[in-house]
């Protein structure tokens, strides 16, 4: 009895082989194992981007920050500061590292204020190589940068040179996300001409910011519409508070103002909810392009230097070899000429 029902459980399944089910198989992996991710936030002190962060993930990562005076800031040095926390929503967990940059520049000059941080993303690369080349591979910590949130001021007419800078320095190295700070600081047209100078300053200088995959033909046009959405968004302008405030009887995270209240969450207001989206719909693919273009850059000029370390080290090997070559035949023909001496002296009598 039992043999033909186990036999009929198997031949419910003719013309059928099972591989289909492939993708529930690596989502349940993925999700027991968990997501890791690491955001890196740059721009000047008081743009906002502590309050930001704590809005995008609706946590307190600094609870307890201190702020230099201007006496503190003139020969300040940028930080490196990451703060890891772990997230969980519906099943899901996230690990989350958030790296900042206090001091960035503070410093009355601020040349060389981006090699630390610089140093920090090829020291995440290198640490990777590392483990990757490794005995042990199976439980490798990746806190590689992901993505960078590089935050502009929205009092200036554009980028400032600093901008120009840091971002041509870092868009071979990690993905960048142009965000213009405090938005609530703009009406609706400067917003857009800012946004515009920004991007046509941003082609100006071959500037390589964070690309939004196209939709696939065969996406919902919900989802198409999302993606053009985003990418005509692109700066984000954005605003952030922890504050809730009670709005025709509903809470809301915003900013109070005499004449009324920017709610952070809407996207009349500011581009917030944009922002968040794109970083939650596309966290894979940030993370692919890490892997497949920013690291592999790396890795391969890595192995170059290596190579040309170990040609370089041959070379200077057969250089001696040939130096003392030189040596032993200059002995040699010394040592022929006095014997050809010693014999002529005899004869010489």
């Not at 721009?43 to 920050?65: H, V």
Request: glycine residues 6%; hydrophobic residues 35%.
């Amino acid at each position: 009895m039992s043999q033909s029902g186990e036999k009929g459980k198997f031949t419910e399944a003719a013309g059928y082989v099972g591989f289909a089910n492939l993708p529930n198989q690596v989502h349940r992996k993925s999700v027991k194992k968990g997501f890791e991710f690491t955001l890196m936030v740059v721009g000047e002190s008081g743009l906002g981007k502590s309050t930001l962060i704590n809005s995008l993930f609706l946590t307190d990562l600094y609870p307890e920050r201190y702020i230099p005076g201007a006496a503190e800031k003139i020969e300040r040095t940028v930080q490196i500061e990451a703060s890891t926390v772990e997230i969980e929503e519906r099943g899901v967990k996230l690990r989350l590292t958030v790296v900042d940059t206090p001091g960035y520049g503070d410093a009355i000059n601020s040349q060389d204020c981006f090699k630390t941080i610089i140093q920090y993303i090829d020291n995440q690369f290198e640490r990777y190589l590392h483990d990757e080349s490794g005995l042990n591979r199976r439980h490798i910590v990746d806190n590689r940068v992901h993505c960078c949130f590089y935050f502009i001021s929205p009092f200036g007419h554009g980028l400032k040179p600093l901008d120009v800078e840091f971002m041509k320095a870092i868009h071979s190295k990690v993905n960048i996300v142009p965000v213009i700070a405090k938005a609530d600081t703009l009406t609706l047209k400067e917003r857009d001409r800012l946004k515009r100078r920004i991007l046509d300053e941003i082609s100006e200088h071959g500037i390589r910011i964070y690309q939004l995959p196209d939709a696939d033909s065969d996406e919902d046009e919900e989802f198409k519409e999302q993606t053009r959405v985003l990418k005509a968004s692109i700066p984000f302008a954005v605003i952030g508070s922890n504050q809730l405030i009670e709005v025709k009887g509903k809470k809301i995270r915003g900013r109070l103002y005499p004449w009324g209240v920017v709610e952070v969450e809407n996207p009349e207001h500011n581009d917030f909810l944009k922002l968040r989206t794109m970083l939650v719909t596309h966290m894979q693919d940030l993370q692919e392009v890490t892997q497949d273009l920013h690291y592999e850059n790396f890795r391969s000029e890595r192995l170059k230097r290596a190579g040309r370390a170990v040609e370089e080290e041959g070379m200077d090997k057969d250089q001696i070899l040939l130096e003392k070559e030189a040596e032993l035949r200059r002995m040699q023909q010394m040592i022929a000429q006095m014997q050809a001496q010693m014999k002529m002296k005899p004869g010489d009598d």
